[in-house]
């Protein structure tokens, strides 16, 4: 068995335009509540690294800004100041929302993971937070329309560089879906296209990665790994964060 590093990551979008998650303050509680460990470590079981951002760490030399993570205590104080702005007595009053997932076993079972975490942390009852799966492309539909509060997401780098993650966070892109928007993250993505100072430009990308994180129209959960199983005759197969094989290089060796 192989667990490999694969460049992606598994997240949730909000809705910033309807809903609970319309709030910062709710969104956040919602991020802090969640135990990115135990879902690595208990659930998906694949070596999987808990995600603290959105960008994983690569090869480009980018160590993506470290802002969210599991920490009840600051949960409660997000969910504290979202009732308060709300004009809300308690967590019992929180308009309902749903979980909205593609079929799929294992997303079923990181969401009934995290609709519990909300529950016990936040004091959501079930009836608050509820979970909908929808075939493949009644899900896209769902999302484009942005028909939704919270969906299940994942994206997968197409080259090892963090604007792969980071350029579908910009205004009125094709793959945000969330209605978040920001003047001040497109003018840092754009300025990073503009220096030559390879320092400087990933430096930009951070200070973007650090809005988009503290605006929390995504909930980075965890950042993806390759499992498989692999013959011991197979040469060559050797672990690539994109996962993109060079055939011509792989043969079976003489056993």
Same mark, same amino acid.
Request: aromatic content about 12%; charged content about 20%; hydrophobic content about 35%.
């Given at each position: 068995?192989?667990?490999?590093?694969?460049?992606?990551?598994?997240?949730?979008?909000?809705?910033?335009?309807?809903?609970?998650?319309?709030?910062?303050?709710?969104?956040?509680?919602?991020?802090?509540?969640?135990? &990115?460990?135990?879902?690595?470590?208990?659930?998906?079981?694949?070596?999987?690294?808990?995600?603290?951002?959105?960008?994983?760490?690569?090869?480009?030399?980018?160590?993506?800004?470290?802002?969210?993570?599991?920490?009840?205590?600051?949960?409660?104080?997000?969910?504290?100041?979202?009732?308060?702005?709300?004009?809300?007595?308690?967590?019992?009053?929180?308009?309902?929302?749903?979980?909205?997932?593609?079929?799929?076993?294992?997303?079923?079972?990181?969401?009934?993971?995290?609709?519990?975490?909300?529950?016990?942390?936040?004091?959501?009852?079930?009836?608050?937070?509820?979970?909908?799966?929808?075939?493949?492309?009644?899900?896209?539909?769902?999302?484009?329309?942005?028909?939704?509060?919270?969906?299940?997401?994942?994206?997968?780098?197409?080259?090892?560089?963090?604007?792969?993650?980071?350029?579908?966070?910009?205004?009125?892109?094709?793959?945000?879906?969330?209605?978040?928007?920001?003047?001040?993250?497109?003018?840092?993505?754009?300025?990073?296209?503009?220096?030559?100072?390879?320092?400087? &430009?990933?430096?930009?990308?951070?200070?973007?990665?650090?809005?988009?994180?503290?605006?929390?129209?995504?909930?980075?959960?965890?950042?993806?790994?390759?499992?498989?199983?692999?013959?011991?005759?197979?040469?060559?197969?050797?672990?690539?964060?994109?996962?993109?094989?060079?055939?011509?290089?792989?043969?079976?060796?003489?056993?």
């Amino acid at each position: 068995m192989r667990i490999d590093t694969y460049n992606g990551v598994y997240f949730y979008r909000c809705n910033v335009e309807k809903g609970p998650t319309s709030s910062l303050n709710f969104r956040k509680a919602l991020s802090h509540a969640i135990d &990115r460990q135990a879902i690595t470590e208990f659930v998906t079981k694949g070596g999987q690294q808990p995600a603290y951002a959105f960008t994983p760490p690569s090869e480009s030399g980018y160590s993506p800004p470290e802002l969210t993570g599991f920490d009840p205590e600051k949960a409660k104080q997000h969910l504290t100041a979202y009732l308060s702005e709300a004009g809300l007595k308690s967590a019992k009053e929180v308009e309902p929302f749903v979980i909205l997932i593609n079929t799929s076993e294992s997303h079923k079972a990181i969401a009934v993971a995290i609709q519990a975490m909300w529950q016990e942390i936040l004091g959501l009852s079930s009836d608050q937070v509820t979970i909908r799966n929808e075939e493949w492309k009644v899900y896209q539909k769902t999302i484009l329309d942005q028909n939704y509060t919270v969906g299940r997401a994942g994206w997968i780098g197409d080259y090892l560089d963090p604007t792969t993650f980071l350029n579908m966070w910009r205004t009125g892109d094709s793959n945000n879906n969330t209605g978040w928007s920001s003047a001040e993250y497109d003018a840092l993505m754009t300025e990073s296209t503009r220096t030559s100072d390879p320092v400087e &430009r990933l430096e930009f990308l951070k200070q973007a990665e650090a809005i988009l994180i503290e605006q929390a129209p995504v909930l980075p959960i965890y950042w993806y790994t390759r499992v498989f199983l692999i013959h011991p005759d197979v040469e060559n197969w050797n672990p690539l964060l994109l996962d993109n094989r060079p055939y011509k290089f792989v043969r079976l060796g003489d056993r």
